[in-house]
């Protein structure tokens, strides 16, 4: 299986600051990688996939980059409601679908 | 409105079976395979197989086969998740989800969850 490893775990921001997570697969995965978001209590939200494109309804200060084996999500400007753990997600398609670990995003 | 309406919470004793359903609704619920996600207390998430309601092909991840079974009826438009001994390690909240109706195994809908709890 092709493992997904984020980092940081966990990431202490500021509103208004700009965030960044970084996705490592264990081999090339191209751009298959999606991003969600979770909220406590509540249900993982799509915000990306194919790496960059953004899910409808999705605001623009999300934005995601990479491909092969390293990935980046990017909060421009993290607001009230940014505060959750955000996963990735890769979708080769010649293996099972694998998650991140996670990352919370906490306020400092 | 397009959803994903998940059974309700289970409390269940070791050993005990159990089957849990995720009912599709307001789109084409046969045409878009069904996942099931593992979120054990405080962890991430696992996906554990998906099933193509129809013709109930199912794909499974390594670390769940034979440990789960995964079946539809395309009748319902419901998917289903069972085990047939529960271990107190399945405590957890499981969400079903529908695969992307662009047709790549990224998921766009997902399911409230259902928890459950495996204790004596």
């Known amino acids: 299986d092709i493992q997904m490893t984020q980092s940081p775990s966990t990431l202490s921001a500021s509103v208004g600051d700009r965030v960044t997570i970084t996705c490592r697969a264990s081999?090339?995965?191209?751009?298959?990688l999606a991003w969600y978001q979770q909220k406590p209590g509540k249900v993982p939200k799509l915000l990306i996939y194919?790496?960059?494109t953004l899910e409808s309804g999705v605001p623009s200060r999300f934005s995601g980059s990479g491909s092969g084996t390293e990935f980046t999500l990017t909060i421009s400007g993290l607001q009230p409601d940014d505060f959750a753990t955000y996963y990735c997600?890769?979708?080769?398609?010649?293996?099972?679908?694998?998650f991140g670990g996670g990352t919370k995003v906490e306020i400092k | 409105e397009v959803q994903l309406v998940q059974s309700g919470a289970e409390m269940k004793k070791p050993g005990e079976s159990l089957k849990i359903s995720c009912k599709g609704s307001?789109?084409?619920?046969?045409?878009?395979?069904i996942g099931w996600v593992r979120q054990m207390p405080g962890k991430g998430l696992e996906w554990m197989g998906s099933?193509?309601?129809?013709?109930?092909?199912?794909k499974y991840s390594p670390s769940f086969q034979g440990q789960i079974t995964i079946s539809a009826d395309k009748s319902i438009s419901t998917a289903y998740l069972q085990w047939s001994s529960l271990k107190a390690s399945d405590t957890a909240m499981y969400y079903c989800?529908?695969?992307?109706?662009?047709?790549?195994?990224?998921?766009?809908?997902w399911g409230r969850g259902t928890l459950v709890t495996v204790s004596s």
């Open positions: 194919k790496a960059s």
């Open positions: 099933i193509f309601p129809a013709d109930s092909d199912t």
């Open positions: 989800a529908r695969r992307s109706t662009s047709g790549y195994w990224y998921f766009d809908l």
């Open positions: 081999q090339s995965i191209s751009s298959w």
């Open positions: 997600q890769q979708y080769n398609s010649y293996s099972p679908v694998t």
């Open positions: 307001g789109y084409s619920f046969i045409s878009y395979w």
